[in-house]
């Protein structure tokens, strides 16, 4: 009887046990301190990873580069970025030095959503016929990241989730500073559920009238885009008063990071539902510059993330 009851018995357990397994993937950069150097090769034997407090395994750690990866992008400017035309020409470098592989689209911050031009395409020069002056209103850039998250112009979800944003970071529905912001909130835990790594540039072109009517400072829109960007794993640039000069320094530096790109697949505990959990990466013996997201999407073993 005993060894009857035996096989049944570990069978529940393991089932029990994958009910509350959950997976997860994030993308995270590696670069050297220096950024001059060549960045160092790390190994997954090198990583400790903690998703919410507690150890967790990890599964995989793949470098994402060469004819192989897919890399989708999209350059989303705010409709109130007026004054670009002198870094369009940063910009147009910028995509044509991405791999010709690169997926590209171009959108706008329009009435709360991300207007696209067209679907997103490897036929670069193209997708930067899209490329003009703003004209629309000002919207909330953090309703329209939203709307890009749960709309992403593609399916393909083996593929790197990448953004970058050109805006002054101001939530028009709430002018005030809030580090809470419910709108800000959203737009992080869309674009994590949807695997977006996003990159911020900040440009404030409002005119005279919507600058004095905020309450928020420049300081202020910049400090609630450097929260989105740490926690997809992106960065945020910007200067503490008024517009960059160039936007080139920092786009040649999200270049560098796109090439410097890997996938962390790791288990954690899941009791339920899906959930967003915080995430920390350690890597172990390099002096390295390592930016991973700060908050992952931790999904059932074998479901599809969203």
Not at 281 to 301: C, I, R, T, W
Request: proline share 5%; charged share 20%.
């Amino acid at each position: 009887m005993i060894v009857c009851l035996a096989a049944p018995m570990a069978a529940h357990v393991r089932a029990q046990d994958s009910a509350h397994t959950g997976q997860g993937q994030a993308v995270v950069t590696i670069l050297s301190k220096h950024h001059t150097e060549l960045a160092p090769n790390i190994s997954q034997q090198d990583l400790d990873v903690k998703v919410n407090g507690k150890d967790s395994s990890i599964t995989g750690w793949m470098p994402l580069r060469g004819a192989e990866d897919r890399l989708e992008l999209v350059v989303l400017i705010d409709s109130s970025a007026r004054n670009l035309g002198r870094q369009f020409d940063e910009i147009k470098h910028f995509v044509q030095s991405l791999p010709p592989n690169t997926l590209l689209g171009i959108g706008y911050m329009e009435d709360g959503r991300a207007a696209l031009a067209g679907p997103l395409s490897s036929d670069h020069a193209q997708v930067l016929e899209n490329l003009h002056l703003p004209t629309g209103t000002s919207s909330s850039p953090y309703f329209c990241l939203s709307d890009l998250a749960k709309n992403w112009p593609s399916s393909e979800r083996k593929a790197r989730r990448e953004v970058v944003l050109v805006t002054d970071g101001i939530d028009p529905y709430n002018r005030r500073f809030d580090p809470d912001d419910s709108y800000v909130q959203a737009a992080t835990n869309d674009s994590v559920r949807a695997g977006l790594v996003v990159y911020s540039i900040y440009w404030n072109g409002r005119n005279g009238a919507d600058s004095s009517a905020s309450e928020m400072s420049g300081n202020g829109g910049q400090s609630l885009l450097i929260q989105v960007s740490e926690a997809t794993g992106g960065r945020s640039y910007g200067m503490a008063m008024g517009n960059p000069v160039s936007f080139q320094p920092y786009l040649e530096d999200v270049a560098l990071r796109l090439q410097n790109q890997y996938e962390l697949s790791f288990d954690a505990p899941l009791d339920r539902k899906p959930t967003i959990e915080a995430l920390k990466l350690k890597v172990n013996g390099f002096a390295a510059e390592v930016d991973s997201p700060q908050q992952v999407y931790v999904h059932h073993a074998g479901a599809v993330a969203e």
